[in-house]
């Protein structure tokens, strides 16, 4: 294994390339009354109350003068594991708002079926709709001016990674969940979960690869935030990437852009790095340089 930590990409030229076994059993469950229940809550003190959510837009609305609208029913996963939100927090996703204003739904039970999805993602995409973020939440060092996770007790623990049915393996659960918010529509969650991805360390190589190719596949090609995130990482870990059997293997498997896309960003590394060494130093005051 290998550390991961690194600061999320800040910039990476978009135009310079082209578009063990676990349950996967979710840490918290939701209720009708609160939508999220309070074993997670009491776990979390100092988040936003649930009667506040980032919208898609990303600004604040405040749900507490909201008349209080109809239990929706949501059978999440290949386990049908049964969650539960009100109408009016869902609708702030345009994916729900689409299902619920086209009754595209048992309109009678108001029961909503997620199968390919997986419960311990949409209870995050679900914590994050009543709370504007996900356990375990981001905070700003003001000192360092840089985000961090929350410090958490020993037992408040959490796996950075998820066991996902569609690969049969694990997969980091931030990248995951960046691709359920492309689904929903939820750019705030994205940008939330994409701050998250460089924040855990000790991820085996195997798992981020698997990631990105995940990531490449759920992901659409106007959309390179995630894509170059991942890109950026490899380069970075080269040294680690280059000895990976994992790696070698992926790349003679194919079947994604990820590589393509790589090839074309340590290019462009290299000439960044050829450009520097050849423009002349500016000597400081006095001829010193």
Same mark, same amino acid.
């Given at each position: 294994?290998?550390?991961?930590?690194?600061?999320?990409?800040?910039?990476?030229?978009?135009?310079?390339? %082209?578009?063990?076994?676990?349950?996967?059993? #979710?840490? %918290?469950?939701?209720?009708?009354?609160?939508? $999220?229940?309070?074993?997670?809550?009491?776990?979390?003190?100092?988040?936003?109350?649930?009667?506040?959510?980032?919208?898609?837009?990303?600004?604040?609305?405040?749900?507490?003068?909201? &008349?209080?609208?109809?239990?929706?029913?949501?059978?999440?996963?290949?386990?049908?594991? *049964?969650?539960?939100?009100?109408?009016?927090?869902?609708?702030? #996703?345009?994916?729900?708002?689409?299902?619920?204003?086209?009754?595209?739904?048992?309109?009678?039970?108001?029961?909503?079926?997620?199968?390919?999805?997986?419960?311990? $993602?949409?209870?995050?995409?679900?914590?994050?709709?009543?709370?504007? @973020?996900?356990?375990?939440?981001?905070?700003?060092?003001?000192?360092?001016?840089?985000?961090?996770?929350?410090? /958490?007790?020993?037992?408040?623990?959490?796996?950075?990674? $998820?066991?996902?049915?569609?690969?049969?393996?694990?997969?980091?659960?931030?990248?995951?969940?960046? !691709?359920?918010?492309?689904?929903?529509?939820?750019?705030?969650?994205?940008?939330? %979960?994409?701050?998250?991805?460089?924040?855990?360390?000790?991820?085996?190589?195997?798992?981020?690869?698997?990631?990105?190719?995940?990531?490449?596949?759920?992901? &659409?090609?106007?959309?390179?935030?995630?894509?170059?995130?991942?890109?950026?990482? *490899? $380069?970075? !870990?080269?040294?680690?990437?280059?000895?990976?059997?994992?790696?070698?293997?992926?790349?003679?498997?194919?079947?994604?852009?990820?590589?393509?896309? /790589?090839?074309?960003?340590? !290019?462009?590394?290299? @000439? @960044?790095?050829?450009?520097?060494?050849?423009?002349?130093?500016?000597?400081? %005051?006095?001829?010193?340089?």
């Amino acid at each position: 294994m290998f550390s991961t930590r690194y600061e999320p990409v800040q910039h990476v030229r978009s135009k310079s390339f %082209s578009k063990g076994h676990r349950s996967g059993k #979710s840490t %918290s469950s939701f209720s009708k009354e609160a939508g $999220i229940s309070k074993r997670r809550s009491e776990s979390q003190s100092g988040r936003r109350r649930a009667g506040t959510v980032s919208n898609v837009n990303g600004s604040q609305a405040n749900f507490d003068n909201s &008349p209080i609208s109809a239990i929706v029913t949501l059978v999440v996963g290949q386990e049908q594991r *049964i969650f539960a939100a009100h109408e009016h927090v869902l609708s702030t #996703s345009p994916f729900f708002l689409n299902i619920l204003q086209n009754q595209m739904f048992d309109s009678q039970t108001k029961k909503i079926s997620l199968p390919d999805e997986e419960p311990e $993602i949409f209870s995050s995409v679900l914590e994050y709709l009543y709370k504007g @973020d996900y356990f375990p939440r981001l905070v700003h060092n003001k000192k360092r001016n840089s985000w961090e996770m929350e410090q /958490l007790t020993e037992e408040a623990r959490h796996d950075a990674t $998820i066991y996902h049915h569609t690969v049969d393996g694990e997969l980091l659960k931030d990248t995951v969940i960046y !691709c359920a918010a492309e689904k929903y529509g939820l750019d705030e969650l994205k940008r939330v %979960s994409l701050r998250k991805q460089g924040l855990q360390s000790g991820i085996q190589a195997s798992i981020i690869l698997s990631s990105a190719r995940y990531a490449y596949a759920h992901t &659409p090609d106007t959309d390179s935030k995630l894509r170059a995130h991942y890109l950026a990482l *490899i $380069i970075r !870990c080269r040294s680690t990437f280059k000895k990976s059997g994992t790696m070698q293997l992926e790349m003679l498997n194919g079947g994604t852009q990820l590589f393509f896309d /790589l090839f074309v960003a340590m !290019c462009n590394h290299v @000439d @960044d790095l050829s450009s520097a060494a050849s423009t002349p130093r500016t000597p400081r %005051s006095g001829g010193r340089f």
